[in-house]
């Protein structure tokens, strides 16, 4: 009797425990504006897929947005709006990785100098001026744009003098670039 009572009390202690201790230790995803925060597997294989060495270093995860842009990096993150199409999707995540790549592996030094790169190749390039419009208008010009979008849209002859830093950090022969 002695231990049958015991084992019941010894049993009701660790369902007490399980019961107070398990929130204590039940790791719940972070929220950010009160949306879990997750990283998308599918996401980050695709990334790689591209030559992106470094995309186990970010968070991707999709979004259901209202937003106008197919993607946005920011603070280690990238963010990918739904129902985008695949090769879109692609260049989108490559383009959003180069942002990454500006901002947290370049060095200032080299920032600077394909900066210098990027202003001559945008002043003599009409074409992508026209493209630039909208961030232009918005006040969202900048090399770090320029970079990305060189890189994950235009094929070798329209930036010859940047070529290798993109091929450093992408596999460009993955994207379907636009001109």
């Known amino acids: 009797m002695r231990t049958t009572i015991l084992g019941t009390i010894t049993i009701l202690l660790i369902i007490m425990t399980a019961y107070v201790c398990y929130p204590l230790f ?29 995309a186990d270093k970010l968070i991707l995860q999709y979004a259901d947005t209202d937003n106008e842009w197919r993607g946005e990096y920011g ?4 963010i990918m709006k739904e129902g985008v199409r ?12 180069l942002h990454y790549i ?7 030094d080299k920032r600077v ?14 074409d992508m001026q026209k493209r630039m419009q909208v961030y232009k208008d918005r006040g969202l010009l ?15 002859s329209y930036m010859l003098t940047i070529v290798d830093e993109c091929n450093k950090y992408i596999d460009r022969s993955k994207l379907v670039l636009t001109r």
């Open 102 to 108: 500006w901002l947290e592996v370049m060095t200032e």
């Open 86 to 97: 695949e090769d879109r999707e692609l260049a989108t995540l490559a383009h959003e990785y």
């Open 26 to 54: 039940t790791v719940l995803p972070p929220k950010v504006n009160n949306v879990p925060i997750y990283n998308d597997v599918s996401l980050q294989d695709k990334l790689k897929s591209v030559g992106a060495i470094y």
């Open 142 to 156: 900048s090399p770090t744009e320029l970079f990305s979008i060189y890189c994950t849209e235009s094929t070798d």
């Open 113 to 126: 100098e394909l900066s210098g790169k990027l202003e001559a190749l945008y002043a003599q390039d009409k």
């Open 75 to 78: 603070n280690g993150f990238i």
